[in-house]
């Protein structure tokens, strides 16, 4: 194989070769994607049926949702496959999708995740314009913005990458298709378009981070002035678990992109892959949303319908 043209599949790295132990693998990645799917999907039908869940927060939440239930089925459900059928190939093509979805949906991710620490900051820093400043004309805009983003990127680096001619092996050392992992098979020597490529995406996480650092400046400065104790666990409250689960996010994608490449197959490197691709969409719903006193309210009324409507018709 001496150019892209005839690379016709690509084969993604076992996190073992033990049979059993891949089984208790696919077993346990196959719950953990059914768990992520039913709470994101909870969330979101919950924001959709409950009025009261329909304000700036809520729609971002949603969003949000709906993000992490795509991200996490763009790389989990191929990965699970392969382990139960023992086969470890994906098409050429299937990597190329894999790729964009990957790197639009996690683009799109960081600006919503942006978007919600402005929206905590007009909350905190200004409750009675909160309404007035996150309007449903900019709460459209910057999902918009934050698609855009997320789909220039997801273009920029898999035209970038797949621009490039491979040869010798087709192993992946990444259990989804990624540009580190991809770029190790190249051949090419120069590799100008995905470096800018990479160097965009970058700046543009860097960019968000910064808005969102300045932003918790702001909040964490208006939540000391406030006085009664109560109101300040409150805000923190609301505020700290979105920061961590924002720099868990970036950080682990910074150090998969910028960590010094290797030949050979690393479980640091699969480890890193997991907490940026597979750990967000699981942990997301328990953090921003099951927390909620609201999303909480609003499912136990679900729930209690259902189950009222179940004793009417015995």
């Known amino acids: 194989m001496t150019n892209q043209t005839q690379m016709m599949e690509f084969l993604l790295m076992r996190f073992t070769e033990n049979w059993m132990l891949l089984r208790l693998y696919a077993v346990l990645f196959s719950l953990i994607y059914l768990t992520a799917m039913l709470m994101n999907l909870v969330i979101i039908l919950l924001m959709i049926l409950d009025h009261r869940l329909h304000m700036a927060m809520y729609f971002f939440l949603r969003r949000l949702s709906f993000l992490d239930l795509c991200l996490i089925s763009a790389t989990v459900p191929k990965s699970i496959l392969n382990s139960v059928t023992s086969t470890d190939s994906i098409s050429f093509l299937g990597c190329v999708l894999q790729l964009f979805l990957v790197v639009l949906l996690a683009g799109s991710e960081i600006g919503i995740l942006t978007a919600m620490s402005y929206d905590r900051y007009a909350a905190i820093c200004h409750p009675l314009h909160y309404e ?16 855009l983003n997320g789909g220039a990127l997801g273009l920029l680096d898999t035209a970038g990458t797949f ?6 092996s087709n192993e992946i050392h990444q259990f989804f298709c990624d540009v580190p992992a991809l770029l190790k098979l190249t051949c090419s020597k120069e590799h100008a378009i995905i470096s800018v490529s990479v160097a965009i995406g970058l700046c543009y996480a860097f960019s968000c981070l910064v808005c969102i650092v ?9 939540v000391l002035r406030i006085s009664p104790r109560q109101r300040q ?34 479980i640091l490197d699969l480890l890193v892959s997991v907490f940026y691709s597979v750990a967000p969409p699981t942990l997301n719903p328990v953090i921003y949303c099951l ?14 319908n259902v189950r009222s409507s179940g004793v009417m018709k015995r």
């Open 132 to 147: 007035a400043v996150m309007s449903r004309g900019l709460c459209v805009q910057l999902m918009v913005l934050s698609w």
């Open 163 to 168: 621009s490039l001619n491979f040869c010798g």
């Open 214 to 222: 300045v932003s918790y400046v702001y909040i964490f400065s208006a």
């Open 233 to 266: 666990s409150k805000a923190f409250s609301n505020s700290v678990p979105h920061l961590i689960v924002v720099t868990v996010f970036l950080v682990t994608g910074a150090v998969a992109y910028l960590k010094p490449g290797s030949d050979a197959p690393s």
């Open 291 to 304: 927390r909620n006193k609201d999303i909480k309210s609003a499912l136990s009324k679900v729930l209690w």
